[in-house]
């Protein structure tokens, strides 16, 4: 069905589900050889010819691919544009990769990496297959120590041997990558980190390395040795210090260093004591004890709480119970047998350490907001036992609670149509999403996908449900709202393999009716913003139902703690599952200490909301974050990370996606 190549054709199509015409424009359907190239399919729309080659990547054509000239449909990684031949940049990061996979005949690529000054940069090599030449004069990656190509050459690399790590001497390296028009090999994979003068330890004989600028240190070295690396010295002179008492309600013990020389002396206080003044004391070259032996203060650890609770201490205060006895003492015959004890004067408190609290200390809780719901109790006290007494105090605007919040508005179920068989058509939830607007749901680019693909699906092949409470819809026949997906739009940048810029934003053609079950979400206010630590709120609903709720069940909901992507990279490592959390994701973890939830966030494709200052109650919340990914163990371990989509880094390509 392929027509005979023309120049400067245009084909007319008119694509069945938008019913508007398009136009492509085919400027040459000829290729190297003069030849015409083979016919490819477009979606929905007639037969043309294929008149660009995708040598870095594979054929997917849409709508408008012609126009814009997005000839290919997905490039192999390290390679972008619409003919997935461009390559290299400025990358500004603390860490990251480089990686260019199955190049083609005569490319060249440039890429500039800079730390902050003055850091230096860390350079590895983790896989390098290019064609072979004793002087790498075919193929090569060449790495200068600068930004540009007349900075100094470190070294140039070609074959299958990874080259020894390499560094800089400032805040940048530039990388120059050339091949000619014979052989095609495999590529490199490189990865790179912030360093300073101390990432190689250069403290001998235990020293500690002590930073005084990225390229200046100082080493702290323990007693008996010197120079600027600890690499002088002599085994000290044995110290013998007469071991202390132990504390009451404590003990303590001796720490030795290299070579069993007794260098300090270590206390601890027994449950529930606090220790107060210092915990360590270092033997002395006179044989004495450094400082002066602390005390064990029977004392609680503050309770941990949601931020959308609000606390008031106060402080220690007996407590005032009546029993029968206390009747006899009120009576004249107990004031005048009161009258003959001394008088003990009030006990002088001790200085506790940050987030301890004295005996009998109480500290009372309320919500923040009145539209919360208040669970546990409203007054604890420090027990003598070192336990609070009453029940842990979480807030949520969970069922209960007033207004629209009982509903999360904003949640949108997302679902998916496949074919069972030729003419069954099974309809399931997969994941959740966020409505921002009347025609706007914002949700992970990987629900709406084809796994490790970054085309969006057919659009008749997702429905959008609002407004639903329960996940049987007999339950919430008269407030659902079935809205008709008019386009899919996903973030150009979304890799379904490391899942970054996991976004995409679906567009109705029904506008949502607004009203108390169903109103949008705010977007963070800032694209710049930061949010490392503090507690969050995550909504979804799960793809696989629960049987023992049966028709009475909900959307899942549950708090989560925000934290720093190194713990979160490290924990991963431990589980056999390395990652790299890049700039647009949030890692968060479910700690049972930071209240109840029946959520597995990792198992949801839920949405992660948080409190925004406003008086009005239906703009409590704004959205943070989609799940993006997790562990795959069968199991919901709450102390597992979960890593989301940063929505923040998003927010004007959602609000353009909108219109």
């Known amino acids: 069905m392929c027509r005979g190549c023309c120049e400067y054709d245009v084909i007319r199509c008119k694509c069945p589900l938008q019913g508007t015409p398009v136009g492509y424009a085919v400027p040459c359907c000829r290729n190297s050889a003069n030849e015409c190239d083979p016919c490819i399919y477009h979606q929905g729309c007639s037969i043309f010819e294929n008149c660009k080659r995708c040598n870095n990547g594979t054929w997917g054509p849409r709508d408008n691919f012609f126009i814009n000239g997005e000839f290919c449909a997905e490039c192999r990684p390290g390679w972008s544009g619409g003919d997935c031949m461009k390559c290299g940049g400025v990358i500004r990061k603390q860490q990251g990769h480089l990686v260019l996979e199955s190049y083609p005949n005569n490319a060249r690529c440039e890429w500039t990496i800079q730390v902050d000054k003055p850091f230096t940069i860390d350079l590895r090599f983790m896989m390098l297959s290019l064609e072979f030449h004793h002087s790498c004069r075919y193929d090569y990656v060449e790495v200068r120590d600068g930004d540009s190509l007349n900075s100094r050459v470190i070294g140039r690399f070609c074959g299958n041997n990874r080259p020894l790590p390499l560094q800089s001497s400032g805040n940048s390296l530039h990388i120059l990558f050339v091949s000619d028009g014979y052989k095609n090999f495999d590529g490199f994979f490189a990865t790179f980190q912030e360093s300073s003068a101390c990432s190689s330890s250069p403290c001998l004989h235990d020293g500690t390395c002590i930073l005084d600028s990225s390229y200046t240190y100082h080493c702290a070295c323990l007693a008996g040795y010197t120079g600027k690396r600890c690499e002088h010295g002599e085994l000290p002179v044995e110290r013998v210090c007469t071991l202390p008492p132990r504390p009451a309600h404590g003990d303590h013990f001796l720490v030795y260093g290299p070579n069993d020389v007794l260098i300090a002396l270590q206390y601890l206080c027994h449950k529930p004591y606090e220790i107060r003044g210092s915990s360590q004391r270092t033997c002395l070259p006179n044989n004495t004890w450094s400082g002066t032996a602390p005390l064990c203060t029977k004392a609680c650890r503050e309770p941990k709480v949601s931020e959308l609770v609000k606390q008031r201490v106060l402080p220690p205060q007996a407590p005032s119970r009546k029993t029968p006895v206390h009747k006899l003492y009120s009576s004249a015959l107990g004031q005048q047998l009161q009258s ?73 179920a997302i679902y998916r149509r496949s074919t069972k068989d030729a003419e069954i058509k099974v309809t399931k939830l997969v994941c959740s999403g966020a409505l921002v607007n009347q025609r706007s749901v914002v949700v992970a680019a990987h629900c709406v996908t084809e796994l490790g693909k970054v085309y969006p699906l057919d659009a008749a092949k997702i429905k959008v449900v609002v407004g639903k409470h329960y996940r049987d819809d007999h339950r919430d026949s008269k407030g659902l709202q079935h809205l008709r997906v008019a386009s899919i739009v996903v973030h150009p940048n979304y890799d379904p393999n490391i899942l970054d810029s996991d976004m995409a934003v679906i567009k109705t053609f029904d506008k949502a009716r607004i009203g108390e079950k169903v109103l949008p979400l705010c977007l963070s206010e800032s694209q710049e913003e930061e949010l490392t630590s503090g507690q969050g709120l995550v909504t979804g609903w799960s793809p696989l139902p629960d049987s023992s709720l049966g028709s009475d069940e909900r959307a899942r909901v549950g708090l989560v703690h925000l934290a720093d992507v190194v713990p979160c990279e490290q924990q991963y490592a431990r589980n056999g599952v390395p990652v790299s959390v890049t700039d647009n994701m949030l890692c968060a973890s479910q700690k049972p200490d930071y209240g109840p939830s029946n959520i597995c966030p990792s198992d949801t494709g839920g949405v992660l909301v948080l409190p925004a200052d406003s008086e009005d109650q239906t703009r409590l919340w704004k959205l943070l974050g989609l799940v993006s990914f997790g562990y795959d163990q069968g199991e919901c371990d709450p102390d597992l990370y979960t890593v989301y989509t940063r929505v923040a880094n998003f927010k004007d390509w959602i609000e353009s996606s909108m219109k």
């Open 340 to 412: 003959l004890s001394p008088t003990k004067a009030p006990p002088v408190l001790s200085q506790l350490p940050k987030g301890f609290h004295h005996l009998y200390t109480h500290i009372e809780y309320e919500c923040a907001s009145q539209f919360y719901q208040h669970a546990g109790s409203s007054r604890r006290t420090c027990l003598k036992t070192g336990k609070w007494s009453g029940r842990h105090v979480s807030c949520s605007p969970g069922e209960g609670s007033r207004g629209p919040l009982a509903h999360w508005p904003w949640l949108a």
